[in-house]
């Protein structure tokens, strides 16, 4: 048992090592310094002991999809002294009645898309706490099957989120179509757009973009953030 479990993070350790190299070399190809590219390590349905062997590495960034077992691990995490530092984004789809344990226990969240929805987590973002770092998810192709908002919803949505207190807007999601060969830089370019028309958003930092497959090519085209489980955890069951 403990033999299988040493092998495990030590697998997990060596996945992730060759991620970060992987996303230093892309960044590199596509003339872009290291440090502008954050990797969020995806964690869903994977052990806070995972998670805490990386945070022990110096891995920051952690990303969650299902709000009952994230709060269970971030609270489980809470009395290890190596994960003080762990930054939690919330990565998967927001109802309405989950707005306030997202509020409450996140850093991040980067699946807004409609106002209800940020204005509730405007309101019940604990006022010890700093203001909740939001991206927009945008439907970069127009799928009916798909979250995030529209393309042409987003100058509307920015313009009401950028008045909410205790969010702090950084940037775009995507999660594209696979047959989409272009929307990282269709994405980029709306994230540029938004830049050129609220200079007054001074954190508009961040596009998160690039999965396990597709990380590579998402810095080519201006991701700072990829968002990474598979190629770190291994498969999920
Ligand atoms: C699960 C998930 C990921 C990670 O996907 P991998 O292919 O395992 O790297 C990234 N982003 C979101 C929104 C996810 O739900």
Redesign the pocket.
């Known amino acids: 048992m403990i033999k299988n479990e040493n092998n495990n993070s030590k697998s997990v350790i060596e996945n992730w090592q060759k991620v970060n190299t992987q996303v230093a070399m892309a960044g590199e190809q596509a003339n872009r310094p290291e440090a502008d590219v954050t990797l969020?390590a995806?964690s869903?349905t994977k052990p806070a002991e995972m998670v805490a062997t990386l945070a022990e590495q110096g891995q920051c960034h952690f990303?969650e999809?299902y709000l009952q077992e994230a709060i269970e691990k971030i609270n489980s995490l809470k009395a290890n002294t190596d994960c003080e530092d762990i930054v939690w984004h919330y990565?998967?789809s927001i109802q309405r009645n989950k707005t306030r344990d997202i509020a409450e226990n996140f850093d991040w969240v980067?699946?807004v898309e409609r106002d209800i929805i940020a204005k509730r987590l405007n309101n019940q973002r604990p006022e010890a706490l700093p203001p909740l770092n939001v991206l927009i998810q945008v439907n970069i192709d127009n799928e009916d099957s798909k979250s995030g908002c529209l393309s042409a919803e987003l100058p509307e949505l920015i313009s009401t989120i950028k008045g909410y207190k205790r969010l702090q807007l950084r940037g775009l999601?995507i999660?594209p179509a696979k047959s989409d060969t272009n929307a990282f830089a269709r994405t980029k370019q709306l994230f540029e757009d938004v830049k050129g028309a609220h200079p007054e958003l001074s954190k508009w930092d961040t596009l998160?973009m690039g999965?396990?497959?597709d990380?590579v090519e998402a810095i080519a085209e201006g991701s700072t953030m990829v968002?990474?489980?598979?190629?770190?955890?291994g498969?999920?069951s």
């Open positions: 969020l995806v869903k990303g999809n990565i998967g980067q699946t999601m999660i998160s999965m396990s497959g990380m968002r990474v489980g598979t190629a770190i955890f498969e999920r």
